[in-house]
């Protein structure tokens, strides 16, 4: 994808921005510029699709708090909710990342939207899971559960075929231990798929600018999102370049090489909530959490002199997939 191209896209998503979330009401669009004008610090909020949530447009990656002492993760999760985070997500696979939000949440439980997620594509597996998770998180239910990590086209058939993992999800979802069904993964033709076959409310995949601009990694995806009106939960937007082997690892959380400069971070986020998403989740580490959170609490829009200086970036930097 050239240079023109990227900000022709860019400058779509700008002037469509009002018409692209409006459903008859003032869109979120239309907030967000207000509230820029407004020089406000709180955290603006978009339609998570049809769920009749509206999420902070940062999420709280449960990665974060993973290996924290449980003082370290109270202080952390008090201080995003403070900040109007209102959306925490999480999964058994981030090491004790459970446990230690289980420790963090109580007395929050009720003001947040809690995601989690499960790699299990049986049935038995699933339903064992999520009993796990709910145990570890100490609450009763989660809002939204995902099928994660869905990139192989076979491990699809096995999570929709009889005796697959979505009878767990729905037998959960009618027992009232969850109340939406998502989905996540790296691979936007399996994703779209996914979507195709099942009324998921939710899809979490990467939105970032380095692949936009080499392959419109995300594009398809988005737009069959839009069409089905599922909510979008962007991942990877601050993610410069794969890391080398033998690299320094200043955020080990990370596999890739985060965006750390203030100015570039700034633009990669906003690049993402440029695009029909609901929320971001920055990389899993408490610093760029925290500039994640205080680039979203003074949001606005791109301008087409940034969306050049961020393609000008895009160029000189190898994506993260190939």
């Not at 699933?126 to 994660?148: F, G, K, M």
Request: with cysteine; charged share 25%.
């Amino acid at each position: 994808m050239n240079r023109r191209a990227f900000i022709k896209g860019i400058g779509a998503a700008i002037l469509g921005g009002a018409a692209e979330w409006s459903l008859g009401r003032p869109s979120d669009a239309a907030r967000e510029a207000a509230a820029a004008q407004e020089g406000s610090s709180t955290m603006r909020t978009r339609k998570l699709g049809r769920t009749g949530h509206r999420s902070s447009l940062i999420t709280f990656g449960g990665i974060v708090v993973a290996g924290m002492s449980d003082a370290e993760a109270d202080r952390i999760v008090a201080e995003a909710i403070d900040s109007g985070v209102n959306e925490f997500d999480v999964a058994p696979s981030y090491q004790d990342a459970e446990v230690k939000l289980g420790h963090a949440l109580p007395g929050k439980r009720d003001h947040i939207f809690l995601h989690c997620k499960t790699l299990e594509r049986s049935k038995q597996g699933a339903a064992r899971e999520l009993r796990e998770s709910l145990q570890r998180l100490r609450t009763d239910r989660v809002d939204l559960y995902q099928v994660h990590g869905l990139n192989d086209p076979k491990e699809l058939e096995q999570v929709l075929a009889p005796g697959g993992a979505m009878e767990a999800f729905l037998e959960a979802r009618e027992a009232g231990l969850i109340r939406f069904i998502g989905i996540t993964g790296h691979r936007p033709s399996t994703l779209v798929e996914a979507m195709q076959r099942f009324p998921f409310d939710t899809v979490m995949a990467p939105v970032n600018f380095v692949l936009e601009h080499h392959s419109h990694f995300a594009e398809a995806l988005l737009a069959e999102a839009g069409r089905r009106g599922i909510g979008v939960i962007a991942i990877k937007a601050m993610a410069a370049r794969p890391r080398a082997a033998n690299e320094n690892r200043e955020y080990p959380k990370c596999w890739y090489k985060p965006l750390d400069d203030d100015r570039e971070a700034d633009l990669a986020l906003r690049f993402a909530l440029s695009k029909r998403v609901a929320t971001v989740i920055p990389p899993g580490d408490p610093r760029l959490l925290r500039k994640a959170v205080a680039f979203a609490q003074r949001y606005r829009r791109l301008e087409p002199a940034e969306a050049a200086e961020l393609s000008g970036l895009a160029a000189r930097l190898k994506p993260i997939f190939g």
